[in-house]
Each structure stands twice: as C-alpha cells, then as structure tokens.
C-alpha cells in the first residue's frame, strides 16, 4: 500500500531541534513526507495549507513551539486566531479534520514528536490520490 | 481562453511565443483599432486611483515590447469595463488583459493574487470529482428546495466566503438565502445542488482558463444531472460567466442563465405581490460585470423603486459609468485599490444613505475591507449589503430586517 503524502511546516526552533534529535538516531519523523521549514507557525497561513492539500497532500501537519518558548508571540497568536477559519474552510471542502494536525513541541521531545507524527499518519490512511 | 491547447512550437523562444499570442490577442479584441484617443485613460480606476495607468499605452506595449513591465501592468487592471465603456472604436482592453494573463510565463497566480492565491486555491480543490463538499448550511430553517428540477438557484463560492472572511463579519450566503426565501413566496421551490462548484471567474480573470473550464465542466454536467433548464443567481460574476463564457467552455451548454433581479422583476409581473415598507434612503452600486458588462442596470433600480418608504439617491458615477469597488478575481490589491474603494464609500456617503446596496458578493467584501481601515465617519457607518437582502425585508415578512431605515 502507497504511503499518505503528508506535509509537516515546523518551526525552525523547538520542533526543529526534536527533529533534528530525530535525525541523529537515523530517524525521520515525517515517514516519505515533506518538512517545510518555517520561521514561525504564525507564517503558515489558509493559503499555503490549501495549496499543500491541492498539490496532493493527504494531511498537512503544523508544527510550533508551545507558548512560553514562541519567539515571535503576535504570529503565533494571529495563527491560532485564524485556526477556526482555517478548519472551517476545510470542513466546507469536505476535508475531514483528522487531515489536519496542530501540535506544539518542546527540543527534547523528539520520541513524542516521532509517536504523535506516526499516529497521524495512520489516522490518515491511504492517499486520496487527488493532485490537480 | 478555452481553445484545444497549440502544438508545441520548438522552433519559437518563450518570448516570440508570447509576442505572436499578445499580438493574436490583441487582433481579436480589437486593439488595432485604437486610435489614440486617450479617452480610457480617463476614466480608468486604477489612473484615477493614483497610479500612472493607460489602457492605450498598455495596448500599443502590447504589440511593440510585451517585456517585464507589460506583464507586470496587465495585473493591475481591474478588468471593469470602464475603458470599454467610453471607447469610440470598441477596443475590449478587459477582454485582451484576461486573456493574455493566461499567456504570461511562470506561475502568475501564485505571485499576483492577493490573500496568498487562497481563494483561486479553493476554486481548484473544489475542482477535483471526488469532492463532498458540506456547503449548505447556509439554507433558511423551513426553506422549500429541491435536487432535481428546472430552475437552479446558483450561490457560487458564497459559502466559502463566509468563512473566509469571518473576520469581517461576511455573510455572502445571505443573499442566497434571501433569494430563496423571495422564490419560496413566489411559489417557486428552486433545484439546490449540494455539490456545485464556483462558477470560475476569479481563474477564468487570473489567466488558469484550464482550472475555469474544469469547474464549468463539473457545474454544468451537476445541473444537467439535476434537469436545470434554467440557471438563475444573486452572484454579477457567477452571472456574467454563466452567460457569457460558459458556452465557450462547454460548447453545447444551452441552459438559459438569468440574474436573479431580472429573473424577479419578470416574475413579479401581473402578479399581485406587496412590497412592504423599507424606511431610508439607499444608494445602489452597480457591480461592473453586472451593469457595464452585461447591461443589467435598470431592473435593480425599478425594483428598489417599488419598495415603499426606500428613497433611492444615486451616486456621482452610476449605471454605466459606475466606479468600480477597486478589485476583481482576487487580483493584485493594494494601496490603489484601497483608494479607489475609499472614493466609492465618499461617493456613497455624499448622497446621505445609511445603505449600500450592490448585486456583487465581492463589491460587499471589498467595500465592507475598506471600511474596516476607516475611522469613523459617514462611509465607516455606510451598511452594505446585497440588494437581494434589501428586497427580502419588503417581499417576506417574516424577513429579519436587515436596515435600520
């Protein structure tokens, strides 16, 4: 069975570090997927989740820093604001929420990070095959 | 725009290419013609906004030097329909500048379009075939509709606006809603497809013909399915694309559109139906695609006419001559547009109305954007709304209102 195609945009501080955790112990977090590096979450908005889904992602993980570690509080803040949009625009498309992951890492979390990718992977499931 | 695609020329560079298309374009929309008036000049939006901006000059690079500047200007037309308006000799500048955007190398969409291509982005998701989409929630508690029948009420991409733009308080649906329940009381339980798709203006306007045919193909083939023998929406783009461009993207489309204000006044006619009374005074804006560009001027005017206590007050630039809200197809919008919107909202304020009534989910949006930057004053406390909304409130009692007179 083909694997999901799934897109992970990290931030490059704390879930960057676990990744790189990860990769050290020979490891990649995102299964065949894509790691988008990103300056901040708050720099993740509706347009490039949209356009990662119409370029065939079958889920789209976004990956931040928990709150007393965002160096860049008002983004972080103005992505969180703007989730619910976000989720709705998905829901409207018939996107099922479980396609969509929002988490927040700590650098020395890397095997949490590694389980909670995994699982989302598997909650995914097979690849819709859309791509326009 | 929806021609099978050319062979592929591997004698050609991409310029020369792009040179023999601008220049087969610019045949066909009459460009050669010109003869220098200037006439487009002034009454384009985009020069009388602030930015250095003529039709002409564009027309004449067009032929002579299509290179990095020509492609750069030709987003930042707002495809109104002013110039097309007053020129004497019928050069259609809007109809070149859509299509030679399909024309420009690289991914323009990606580059030109505001909100980050979001909005052209769910056109293309609601493309693929496979698609459930969950878009009816914004249907009235106790409207009739139906899933097969011969007249479609068509509602586009309101509902995805009204997410989108939850942060301006949208509610684009509403018009929709408002057009149902006027049909409900007409007697007329219209077809609802649960799965239509944009009408694809804004890709058809930001030069992706391949993404518009693709969701004409998909509405069309939904509406066939469903018995439509009639297509009928609040929407001036959905309108102006139904109508006008649908049957070059599916050639033996021959389902009949018509603009819900038309489609009203018609069948209002001989039948003994109250306008309930409206108190205030309202100012209408003439959306572009649907007065300049399909000449639907008159029965929005001779409807809001009909409501008793509503005092219609026009604004500086009206009917033909409307000033455009300042963007299209989610196209290129910035500090000249934002003026041209914040001139609409003066014209409006001038004629003392507390409402806007327009035909146009977007002219709202965009307005209603403007005014959100806006300190208060007059056109800060100006209430625009779709007319459809408007006529509700008079024809269904039971209408919540939606003015406050």
Redesign the interface.
């Known amino acids: 069975m083909t694997a999901p195609r799934i897109i992970v945009f990290s931030c490059q501080w704390a879930p960057h570090y676990a990744f790189q955790s990860l990769y050290r112990r020979g490891r990649r977090g995102e299964g065949d997927g894509m790691r988008v590096l990103t300056a901040c979450i708050g720099r993740v ?4 989740v ?2 990662a ?2 370029q065939g992602a079958d889920g789209v993980a976004i990956l931040g820093c928990p709150p007393e570690l965002c160096r860049h509080g008002l983004d972080r803040e103005r992505f969180h604001a ?1 989730l619910a ?1 976000l989720r ?2 998905l ?5 099922p929420a479980h396609r969509l992951l929002i988490a927040a890492f700590h650098p020395h979390e890397a095997e949490h990070l590694a389980e909670s990718l995994e699982q989302f992977i598997s909650a995914v499931g097979t690849p ?1 095959g ?1 791509k ?1 | 725009m929806s021609q099978a695609p050319a062979p592929i020329d591997r004698q050609s560079t991409p310029e020369q290419v792009l040179r023999r298309g601008l220049a087969e374009l610019a045949r066909t929309n009459g460009l050669r013609r010109c003869y220098d008036c200037g006439k487009c000049t002034s009454v384009c939006p985009v020069n009388l906004g602030g930015r250095l901006y003529s039709p002409r000059l564009l027309g004449q690079a067009a032929l002579q030097n299509p290179g990095p500047a020509l492609q750069s200007a030709l987003w930042d037309c707002l495809t109104c329909g002013a110039c097309r308006e007053i020129c004497p000799v019928g050069v259609d500048f809007p109809g070149f500048v859509r299509d030679a955007r399909a024309l420009l190398p690289g991914d323009a969409v990606a580059r030109e379009c505001s909100h980050g291509g979001a909005l052209q982005t769910i056109q293309r998701l609601t493309a693929d075939p496979a698609r459930r989409q969950d878009r009816m929630r914004w249907v009235p508690e106790g409207a009739t509709w139906t899933r097969e029948g011969e007249t479609l009420l068509f509602t586009g991409s309101a509902p995805y606006y009204d997410r989108y733009f939850d942060y301006l308080g949208i509610e684009s649906s509403a018009a929709a809603a408002a057009a149902l329940r006027i049909m409900n009381r007409l007697d007329i339980a219209p077809v609802l497809l649960e799965q239509e798709r944009s009408s694809g203006h804004d890709l058809l306007y930001a030069g992706d013909g391949e993404g518009f045919r693709r969701l004409a193909h998909l509405n069309v083939d939904a509406m066939r399915a469903a018995g439509v023998k009639r297509v009928v929406t609040t929407c001036a783009e959905s309108y102006h694309v139904l109508a006008f461009h649908y049957r070059r993207a599916v050639p033996d489309f021959s389902i009949d559109v018509e603009h819900f204000l038309p489609f009203l006044e018609r069948t209002l006619a001989g039948r003994d139906i109250a306008f309930g009374a409206v108190p205030g005074r309202v100012t209408y804006h003439d959306p572009c695609r649907l007065g300049r560009m399909s000449g639907v001027v008159d029965p929005p005017r001779r409807l809001l006419a009909r409501i008793p206590g509503l005092e219609l007050a026009e604004m500086r630039h009206h009917g033909l001559k409307a000033l455009c809200c300042g963007t299209s197809a989610w196209v290129r919008c910035g500090a000249t547009n934002k003026a041209i919107q914040i001139a609409r909202l003066d014209e409006a304020a001038a004629t003392g109305s507390a409402l806007l009534a327009t035909a146009c989910p977007k002219c709202v949006i965009h307005l209603r954007c403007a005014q959100a930057d806006l300190p208060t004053g007059p056109r800060k406390d100006l209430r625009c709304l779709d007319i459809t909304e408007l006529l509700a409130q008079s024809l269904v009692p039971e209408t919540k209102a939606v003015s406050s007179g």
């Open positions: 908005g509706e347009d490039l949209l356009e889904f119409r703007r949009t709705s625009i829901e409207t498309l018939g996107i819709s859309f326009l």
